[in-house]
């Protein structure tokens, strides 16, 4: 009787089971195009995010601003669904627009990150940050806003590293992004050249948003990194006696690897906010 009634059970879970694969749907985050640049003279994967109403045929007329994410195969997912969450009709947090998330992702993050060599003892491609705005803002904008329907309002994330990048194309007065999200920039590269275009930046530059985020890497690390940002801070505010839209914050309970998560949705809630 027992392995009658476990035969019985297997089979009725067996049916549910089939039952299940049968009516299965997908549920799709994003997909994948490769494109190919010339400016890098190689060819670069992206990832993309489009927002829940975009194929709806009430909305044909709808259009989207746009964030491009650098380290794009590591922060696309957690990106996708904050933004999601955020800017969705679904749960009507109101936060932010819907908006289309271009990721790139790596090939060399030394090279495309940094617009200066380091000495080291091996071999380095690092400096090649500018070559790589170029492609962003030359090839990979104007790429998007062909194939996709995209408003002119675009915001630049970048992490470490990349939040080095999105610093360096917040001071340029020619970049083609309104607001921009630094999270644990690594400053330390290259301090004094930060300084001096600091010293250069122009009222375009001041008028767009800004949003750094500061994470804890101990006690030892202190001066190295949040002094320095805020170090960073003072100088840009102390560019103009008006208002700036920039602001920073430190994320005591954050390290350096955790920290992304977090400072996406406060920095997209500063950038997004009313003013």
């Known amino acids: 009787m027992k392995n009658l009634t476990f035969v019985i059970l297997y089979i009725l879970l067996s049916g549910i089971q089939t039952t299940f694969g049968q009516n299965e749907t997908d549920i799709i985050v994003g997909s994948k195009f490769v494109f190919k640049s010339i400016i890098l003279d190689e060819e ?5 995010s489009l927002p829940d109403s975009y194929n709806n045929s009430s909305e044909v007329d709808k259009k989207y601003p ?9 922060h696309f997912k957690t990106a996708s669904g904050i933004v999601h969450f955020m800017g969705s009709n679904r749960n009507r947090n109101n936060l932010m627009p819907e908006s289309i998330i271009i990721a790139i992702e790596n090939v060399d993050r030394e090279r495309d990150f940094t617009f200066t060599k380091i000495k080291t003892k091996r071999p380095n491609n690092m400096g090649g940050g500018r070559i790589f705005l170029n492609f962003i803002e030359k090839e990979l904008v104007p790429y998007i806003d062909k194939k996709y329907k995209t408003e002119s309002f675009r915001t630049l994330v970048g992490h470490s590293l990349g ?13 083609v992004f309104n607001a921009y999200i630094s999270i644990d920039p690594s400053i330390w590269w290259n301090e004094e050249m930060m300084k001096n ?10 008028d767009k948003k800004l949003y750094i985020a500061t994470a804890n890497q101990g006690e030892a690390n202190y001066e190295r990194n949040k002094q320095r940002h805020d170090a960073l801070y003072t100088l840009i505010t102390k560019k103009s006696d008006k208002p700036l839209n920039i602001e920073i914050e430190y994320f005591d309970k954050e390290n350096h690897r955790s920290v992304p998560l977090v400072a996406l949705y406060e920095g997209l809630k500063y950038i997004n906010q009313e003013e």
């Open 163 to 175: 939040g080095l990048l999105t610093l360096n194309s917040y001071m340029d007065e020619n970049s």
């Open 44 to 48: 670069r994967t992206c990832l993309i």
């Open 66 to 74: 746009v964030i491009i994410l650098l380290d794009g195969y590591t």
């Open 197 to 206: 275009k600091v010293d250069s930046i122009s009222s375009i530059s001041l």
